[in-house]
């Protein structure tokens, strides 16, 4: 189990202690943290992996060097879960289910996102990602910004994502349904803090403008790579 973490130093160590209970393999990758996150994590080091650089390169930087770990240790899956807290770690048995059951499947969470102290932008911007991900995969997803999610390491071999920040997430779905790794959703709790309380490190300008940037991107890879490769791949029985 993966925890990509940025200055999340109030929640990342209950994260990972949480998630232990479930696994004894859980990895954090500090990303740069320049707060207390390192420091609380030193509490539960012996349960735990630790990988870190500096600086600041990203949540795809955090995943890609995860992925590297869990292919160099001969892990057939990695599970990706956020460290805010906004995850629940009790949701672990129903993602190791799905796996068992449909072997080789990348498992997305899927959130309901319409509850309280979620965030006002995030239905759009889900909805908004959701679209361009149909054009351009021909597939559909409910949650394509869902940070929850097991990643066939054994299917995946060398790929990783080209971007670096938070749209390699939408990244890493888009690449995958073009190999027709087959994509399965399943629905997850999710915890959206109060205001007052929230640590995001989403900028919401900035990473939207990212996001559009790489789906504009992916349209024309799309129609020159992705169709074209899943047809070749379905032709070829792979």
Known sequence: VVIPCYNNEKTVADVALSVTQYSENVVVVLDGCTDKSAANLQKIAD???ILSYSPNKGKGAALNLAFDYANNHNFDYAISIDADGQHFASDLPLFLETIDNNYGAMVVG?????????????????????????????????????????YPIFKMGKLRSFSKRYESELEYLQRMAWRNIKLISIPIKVYYAPVGERVTHFR???????????????????ILYGYPSMFLRKLLGK
């Open 47 to 49: 349960k735990i992996t």
């Open 110 to 150: 899927s959130r309901f996102l319409k509850q309280d102290n979620m965030p006002a932008g995030n239905t759009f911007a889900n909805k908004f990602s959701n679209f361009w991900f149909t054009i351009q995969t021909g597939k559909n997803l409910p949650d394509t910004q869902t940070g929850y999610r097991a």
């Open 204 to 222: 919401k300008g900035r990473d939207f403008i990212r996001i559009s940037i790489l789906n504009t991107l992916m349209c024309f890879v799309a």
